[in-house]
């Protein structure tokens, strides 16, 4: 029995790792009972690009012969990006302003921060799932993927990151903005997004557009799309590998800083 | 009562009993950013390990701040706060091993069904396969939803959610239990479940903190209660204790029947005169008895009963009716925090 003088020894350490591996399975569990819902919310949006700009742009002549090989790289990348985001901003926002599900796994033993870093590295592996299976969608609506061995560690870490990058960003915005704005915010934050982060054109090439490609280098996705496409398609000019690691690792480190602050705040007042 | 009342060692160590102290605050301070007052001010007190401990207040009154600081989801601006001898602000996560939280409104997570909300909490707290899957059911049939486990809980009743929350709340066997408004929105049968439910956690040794608006039941349930308001603790004692307090609360009623002729002005001095009667007044009532009166008294009224029925006797009086009342925790509310709405 615990008094006042020496309380604390008669109290064991949690084990904070099965804290953390609980947090995960249960997310685990609660996504593998709905994956098919799950990647037919992630997966029909991407789908339907690379189909219309990638197929039917291409049958129809409006679009050059390899253009769907710049486009499938940037829209996998967008895919993890995207996905990883959402699924880190939306459960947050419900939870912290409505259902307050999340206040049993806030109340487990273990630092408040790693339960940001469990939602993190939860959305990162969604991201990843719905990113690979782009693959061999990528072969049926396409018919061909260019995808060498050798690029596969460098395609994989570029997916790692863009995808952390994006749990992370979702990790900010899902803490940062109320469950009222939330609309507001997913609409002026998406759309940009989609359309400045070099999913369906090269950076390179933006020569001529010299302001939009300003803004493009501010966003992170960029540097996904840009490091998956220069190893998918390397006859098209990418901005340097190690440029865009050091660009995708500066961004987390802001946005995981950021993001689990905002977290903090939320957690405890 | 003047001023705040705070724990003193001394009566710390008289209500712990020697046992230790499950939950300790000493000078707890929260002030929110933005606003003018502190929603804690000072806040000190002590409760032994196996106590009920009712919290009480209007609401704003700084009950539900003080509960977070202690639950590790308020950060205090000063001040101390041990939960089971853990330093909450210092080792939270320690904390969170020995506490267990039952909110006011359920947080039960709904992408699971009932037992899975036991079996996950368990796993959260390091329980083992076997180990979590044993309590949940036995938890499950103790709180009479054995045949709901595998229901969604977006289905459950008010009641049986806050049952459910219980459950869930003892899987990882807290030491300390603490329940917001345990029995808001609840109906009858589920409120005395309640009740009932923590008096057994207090027979198995867990201590119980419980904030409540029901006098009644926080008067029956506790063993002793704190009653805050505008941030401070204005009392602190056993709800007996605390009704004890209320001068001139205490009322006796005497129902006399008075066969022979009885001088009852005469009477009614004498019984004036008694200790700790303060003031003596016939009140209306069914002719059953031929004289009613109303003893408002210092004391405990039943203190004056022998006295006052002598005084009857010897007057040639008979004791017809006799009717304790007592103040309620109410009363002593109502007194230290006044009327005004909230």
Redesign the interface.
């Known amino acids: 029995m615990s008094t006042a003088g020496a309380p604390v020894a008669s109290v064991p350490a949690p084990s904070t790792r099965a804290a953390f591996l609980g947090l995960l399975t249960r997310d685990v569990f609660v996504t593998g009972r709905e994956l098919g819902s799950f990647l037919a919310q992630v997966l029909l949006q991407p789908i339907f690009l690379l189909f219309v700009f990638g197929r039917v742009l291409g049958d129809l002549g409006y679009v050059q012969g390899d253009f769907d090989q710049v486009l499938l790289p940037g829209v996998i990348a967008f895919t993890g990006f995207l996905t990883a985001l959402q699924n880190t901003a939306l459960p947050l926002v419900i939870d912290f302003s409505y259902t307050k599900e999340i206040e049993d796994r806030l109340l487990a033993p273990l630092p408040t921060s790693l339960v940001a870093v469990e939602k993190i590295v939860f959305a990162t592996a969604r991201g990843l799932v719905a990113a690979v299976a782009m693959f061999p969608l990528g072969v049926l609506i396409l018919g061909s993927v260019s995808l060498t061995w050798s690029a596969v560690p460098l395609v994989a870490l570029g997916l790692l990151l863009g995808c952390l990058v994006g749990a992370a960003l979702g990790l900010v915005l899902g803490t940062l903005v109320t469950a009222s704005k939330i609309n507001v915010v997913f609409a002026v934050v998406l759309t940009p997004l989609l359309f400045t982060g070099s999913t369906q054109f090269p950076w390179t090439r933006l020569d001529g557009l010299r302001w939009f490609q300003v803004v493009c280098a501010a966003n992170p996705l960029t540097y996904a799309s840009e490091l998956v496409r220069g190893q998918m398609a390397p006859q098209v000019e990418a901005i340097p590998s190690w440029v865009c690691v050091a660009a995708l690792v500066g961004f987390l480190v802001l946005l995981v800083a950021v993001g689990i602050r905002g977290f903090g705040r939320r957690a405890v007042d | 009562m003047t001023g705040p009342a705070t724990d003193s060692p001394a009566t710390t160590a008289a209500a712990t009993g020697g046992?230790?102290?499950?939950v300790?605050v000493r000078d707890l301070v929260k002030r929110?950013p933005k606003r003018p007052d502190n929603a804690v001010d000072g806040v000190g007190f002590a409760v032994a390990?196996g106590e009920i401990f009712g919290l009480l207040g209007p609401n704003g009154a700084g009950k539900t701040?003080t509960i977070?600081v202690l639950?590790?989801?308020?950060?205090p601006t000063s001040g101390q706060a041990?939960v089971?001898?853990?330093?909450v602000v210092r080792?939270?996560?320690?904390a969170?091993?020995?506490?267990?939280?039952v909110?006011q409104?359920p947080?039960?997570?709904?992408?699971?069904d009932a037992r899975?909300n036991l079996l996950?909490?368990a796993?959260?707290?390091?329980m083992g396969r076997a180990e979590r899957a044993r309590r949940a059911d036995e938890l499950l049939e103790r709180m009479g939803l054995a045949d709901r486990g595998r229901d969604k809980v977006d289905g459950y009743s008010g009641g049986m959610a806050q049952r459910l929350l219980i459950a869930?709340a003892l899987m990882h066997r807290p030491?300390v239990l603490f329940l917001d408004e345990p029995s808001t929105g609840l109906d009858p049968q589920a409120r005395l479940f309640v009740w009932d439910e923590v008096r057994a956690l207090r027979e198995a040794g867990t201590t119980v903190v419980v904030t409540t608006h029901d006098m009644e039941e926080a008067a029956q349930i506790s063993d002793r209660v704190g009653i805050m308001d505008h941030g401070r603790l204005l009392a602190l004692d056993t709800p007996g204790a605390l009704t004890r307090a209320m001068p001139g609360e205490a009322t006796l009623d005497l129902g006399v029947d008075l066969p022979g002729r009885v001088d009852r002005g005469e009477l009614l001095t004498a019984l004036g005169d008694l200790d700790g009667v303060r003031r003596v007044e016939e009140v209306a009532g069914e002719a059953e008895v031929d004289l009613r009166l109303r003893l408002y008294v210092d004391t405990a009224a039943a203190r004056v009963l022998g006295p006052a029925a002598e005084v009857v006797e010897r007057a040639g009086g008979r004791l017809g009716t006799v009717a304790l009342g007592e103040p309620t925790l109410e009363d002593v509310f109502i007194s230290l925090t006044g009327r005004e709405l909230r």
């Open positions: 046992r230790g102290s499950a300790e929110y390990t701040t977070g639950t590790t989801r308020v950060a041990l089971g001898g853990v330093d080792d939270p996560v320690r969170r091993s020995v506490l267990a939280v909110p409104r947080n039960l997570d709904r992408s699971l899975q996950f909490h796993a959260y707290h390091g869930r030491t």
